[in-house]
């Protein structure tokens, strides 16, 4: 299957500053992909759509202020966690859908990312 | 809402069959079931997709109701590997391409 990869794979960082998560799609090209955040022993929220050259699409109640997402790319997303609280921390996990072999859309995920605010 | 739903936890004992069901009775005619797990720490991972006729890959099969009410997640020789928690997910509504998953089934199999 494709590979998604995320990058870094765990972070710390102090109250109060941001932090950005990269996901790729390391051989397809994406022009879609999504960020998930999972609490522990929790499932998978959906967080928002990236989408390719537009504005990401948020689910209700997640802030798109404090997440801010970036789709410059075919083959890149960002998420930013501005001013970043320990209530944020969590394991961020992206996914793409390849348009190529993806023709059912199932979605490759990425590792995940984990951050710890102090 | 996740569309889906699943029994919390299941054992199985090494090297048996491992059937893992899911409930998806609002599911509309062109939505096919897609089947996740989750290892540990780790991001979710492919491992099969049906609409209405059973599938077999390397993995596992699928099982899906003449009605596609249901559907049964089969890991034919469960290793300890396989425990993970395992997710079945039906699109949130025909033309998009967002998952909303439910709780899942953690799978815990036993030497």
């Known amino acids: 299957g494709a590979v998604v990869s995320q990058h870094p794979s765990w972070v710390i960082c102090k109250s109060g500053t941001s932090v950005k998560i990269e996901c790729r799609s390391l051989?397809?090209?994406?022009?879609?992909m999504f960020w998930y955040r999972q609490f522990p022993k929790q499932s998978l929220m959906l967080m928002a759509t990236?989408?390719?050259?537009?504005?990401?699409?948020?689910e209700q109640g997640v802030e798109k202020d404090k997440f801010l997402i970036n789709h410059a790319s075919l083959t890149l997303s960002t998420l930013t966690v501005t001013s970043a609280h320990p209530e944020d921390s969590s394991f961020y996990i992206c996914?793409?859908?390849?348009?190529?072999?993806?023709?059912?859309?199932?979605?490759?995920f990425g590792p995940g990312t984990r951050l710890t605010v102090l | 809402d996740a569309k889906t739903t699943q029994p919390p936890s299941m054992d199985c004992a090494e090297g048996r069959a491992a059937n893992l069901p899911c409930n998806h009775s609002?599911?509309?005619?062109?939505?096919?079931v897609y089947w996740y797990r989750q290892i540990h720490s780790q991001g979710p991972q492919y491992i099969i997709h049906?609409?209405?006729n059973n599938e077999t890959n390397e993995m596992a099969s699928l099982i899906i109701t003449e009605d596609r009410k249901s559907s049964t997640l089969i890991l034919p020789h469960a290793t300890l590997r396989d425990t993970a928690v395992y997710y079945c997910?039906?699109?949130?509504?025909?033309?998009?391409?967002?998952?909303?998953f439910g709780t899942g089934t953690r799978l815990k199999v036993l030497a």
């Open positions: 049906g609409l209405k």
């Open positions: 997910i039906v699109r949130v509504a025909p033309g998009t391409y967002k998952y909303i």
């Open positions: 990236s989408n390719e050259g537009s504005k990401a699409t948020y």
């Open positions: 996914s793409a859908r390849d348009p190529g072999t993806g023709i059912h859309n199932e979605q490759f």
């Open positions: 051989d397809f090209q994406a022009t879609t």
């Open positions: 609002t599911i509309s005619g062109n939505e096919y």
